[in-house]
Structure formats: C-alpha cells, structure tokens
T-cell receptor
Framework: DAKTTQPNSMESNEEEPVHLPCNHS???????IHWYRQLPSQGPEYVIH???SNVNNRMASLAIAEDRKSSTLILHRATLRDAAVYYC??????????FGKGTRLSVIA | EPEVTQTPSHQVTQMGQEVILRCVPI?????FYWYRQILGQKVEFLVS????????KSEIFDDQFSVERPDGSNFTLKIRSTKLEDSAMYFC????????????FGQGTRLTVV
C-alpha cells in the first residue's frame, strides 16, 4: 500500500555523498514528501520533508523533481552513524505516515 | 531538544493479560500516534489521536486495543488480552500540527508476550 518506490539497499563509502532515490509517480498536488530513517534498534527519526521546492537542513538535502514524481535524499558526507533504513513517505492530507520497506543504507569505512 | 518518551522500555507479559504502554509526547504537540514493528518487519500504523479522539485507525487496531490521554500529558495504549502475535516494538509519535509537519518518535517499548 506504500505509494513510493525505493531500492532495497544501497552502499556508500564513508565521507562520500549519498543520493537515495525515491519514485512517487502518483503524487498529488498537496502531498508532502517525507524522509525518515531508522537506525538499528531505534525508533524512526525525522530527516527532512518538502512539498515542491528543494529543502536543506542540518541533516540532509531533499531534491524534488520538477514534476514531483521523484525525489532524492542527499547525505552530503556519509558517516558510519548514517547506516540505517531510509524511508521515503508521501503524506496525503491528515492521513498518518505509512512506512514501506525503505532503503537499507550501508556505509563502508 | 524535546523528545517523546516511552515507558517501560521492555515489558514481558503472559498471554491473556492486559498491558498498558505509556508515552509522554512533546508538550505543545496536538497529534499523537501509535505504531508497531514486529521483529524484522515494516513499521505499521495503529492509530492516530487528535482533539481527544481517535482520528484514524488501521485494521490492526481492533477491539482489544484502546488509547487514552488521561491527564493532558500522557498518551497510553492498552492491549486488553494480549496474544503471542502482539509481541513487537511499539512506537509512540507526536507532531505539532499534523499535515506537513514532522513527527517525533519515541524509542519504543518492546512487548514480549509469553
């Protein structure tokens, strides 16, 4: 029932940028794009969210395609601590966040 | 930084017993949620709560589950008669304004039903 498509897993070298893709071709005009991550044995953690424009915060950047049918989460410099499952979630109206399987990011030292 | 706190961190209970999982959401938040995650599986939505009532619930949230905000600070999830398949991590979350704002999750309560 997830409305997004993400690769099952990705790998990155430490201190290099990581681009995590997400496809959401059925997005509607008022849907927010959220990214959360879940570190091992922890609860989900908010990363970033946006509607139409690219967004930056202290954790990451969110690049949203012009047609909004895809987005990319950018970690500018991966650290070992960034190894986690990353979830791309569409938020429609006041419906709750629905988590899919996400992308498991491995970071290699 | 404000955070969502959950207690206990781990609860072991016998099948058929009632359990109450407790959460203290962030103080100015208005929307509250419970999720669960069975070991090795996805995070699943259970229920959302706003303005002292349930706003949405999933198929999982059947009659054995209930939620309450008894005193304006705590937000509880009660499971009336636990089953083995209720064993999971239960996460509480809150958000300030719902749509378009971030949700903050607690560290979870691991419920083990034996």
């Amino acid at each position: 029932d997830a409305k997004t498509t993400q690769p099952n897993s990705m790998e990155s070298n430490e201190e290099e940028p990581v681009h995590l893709p997400c496809n959401h071709s059925t997005i509607s005009g008022t849907d927010y794009i959220h990214w959360y991550r879940q570190l091992p044995s922890q609860g989900p953690e908010y990363v970033i969210h946006g509607l139409t424009s690219n967004v930056n915060n202290r954790m990451a950047s969110l690049a949203i395609a012009e047609d909004r049918k895809s987005s990319t989460l950018i970690l500018h410099r991966a650290t070992l601590r960034d190894a986690a499952v990353y979830y791309c979630i569409l938020e429609s109206g006041n419906t709750p966040l629905v988590f899919g399987k996400g992308t498991r990011l491995s970071v290699i030292a | 930084e404000p955070e969502v706190t959950q207690t206990p961190s781990h609860q072991v209970t016998q099948m058929g017993q009632e359990v109450i999982l407790r959460c203290v959401p962030i103080s100015n938040h208005l929307y509250f949620y419970w999720y669960r995650q069975i070991l090795g599986q996805k995070v699943e939505f259970l229920v959302s709560f706003y303005n002292n009532e349930i706003s949405e619930k999933s198929e999982i949230f059947d009659d054995q589950f209930s939620v309450e905000r008894p005193d304006g600070s705590n937000f509880t999830l009660k499971i009336r008669s636990t089953k083995l398949e209720d064993s999971a991590m239960y996460f509480c979350a809150s958000s300030e304004l719902g749509h378009g704002t971030e949700a903050f999750f607690g560290q979870g309560t691991r419920l083990t039903v034996v």
